[in-house]
């Protein structure tokens, strides 16, 4: 397991889940972590194991200063694009904190538009703990949420794939139609509703 990063100070991190599916929300999260209750293990989600993930985010809600997670819906997404989209629920996570940081450190190589600094760290869901916080709580909510999408609709198989592109996804699309909660902006989803 690699030593993360800890910044001093009101250092809130930034990241998200969900630009690639088919399917759902975009979510993201923002954590300030507090120095003197360090977490142990945190870590890139998509390295750790399901289970782990969940452990870790009960920790980051008990032990951080301050985390949010917020989201941009799918018809949000289709109007203004995944990227923009996600920009969005980063600056709605931002906002969401009890506790207002002195700058901000995003995963990935864009910025959202803060009234504080702002900085993108490329992988940095590796480098720095506070984005692999906000790593954690994004891809642990937006799973639970398609998990939810799930049992409303079970013949897409939402939990298994998250609403990624796999094959079973795609047929279960060419079978039954895209759902309320596909990207209508999103190639395979687009070619459906051409038909």
């Known amino acids: 397991?690699?030593?993360?990063?800890?910044?001093?100070?009101?250092?809130?991190g930034v990241d998200e889940a969900g630009r690639g599916p088919l399917a759902g929300p975009v979510v993201a999260a923002a954590v300030i972590l507090d120095p003197a209750r360090a977490i142990t293990g945190l870590d890139d989600s998509?390295?750790?194991?399901e289970k782990r993930r969940d452990a870790l985010a009960a920790a980051i809600r008990a032990q951080a200063l301050a985390w949010a997670v917020a989201e941009a819906d799918v018809a949000e997404i289709d109007r203004l694009n995944i990227?923009?989209?996600?920009?969005?629920?980063?600056?709605?996570?931002?906002?969401g904190l009890a506790v207002?940081?002195?700058?901000?450190?995003?995963?990935?190589?864009?910025?959202?538009?803060?009234?504080i600094p702002v900085e993108a760290v490329v992988k940095g869901d590796?480098?720095?703990?506070a984005i692999a916080a906000a790593s954690i709580l994004a891809k642990t909510v937006r799973?639970?949420?398609m998990r939810?999408?799930?049992?409303?609709?079970?013949?897409?198989?939402?939990?298994?794939?998250?609403?990624?592109?796999?094959?079973a996804h795609c047929r279960a699309l060419q079978?039954?139609?895209?759902?309320?909660a596909h990207r209508r902006s999103f190639g395979p989803v687009a070619q459906l509703t051409l038909l």
């Open 175 to 180: 079978e039954h139609g895209p759902t309320p």
């Open 100 to 115: 207002r940081p002195e700058r901000a450190l995003v995963d990935g190589n864009r910025c959202p538009r803060l009234d």
């Open 143 to 145: 799973d639970a949420g």
């Open 1 to 12: 397991m690699p030593e993360l990063i800890v910044f001093p100070g009101l250092v809130c």
């Open 83 to 95: 990227l923009q989209a996600t920009l969005l629920a980063m600056q709605r996570a931002v906002a």
């Open 46 to 49: 998509k390295k750790l194991s």
């Open 148 to 167: 939810a999408l799930d049992a409303a609709y079970p013949q897409y198989g939402f939990a298994r794939h998250m609403g990624y592109p796999t094959a």
């Open 126 to 129: 590796g480098k720095i703990a």
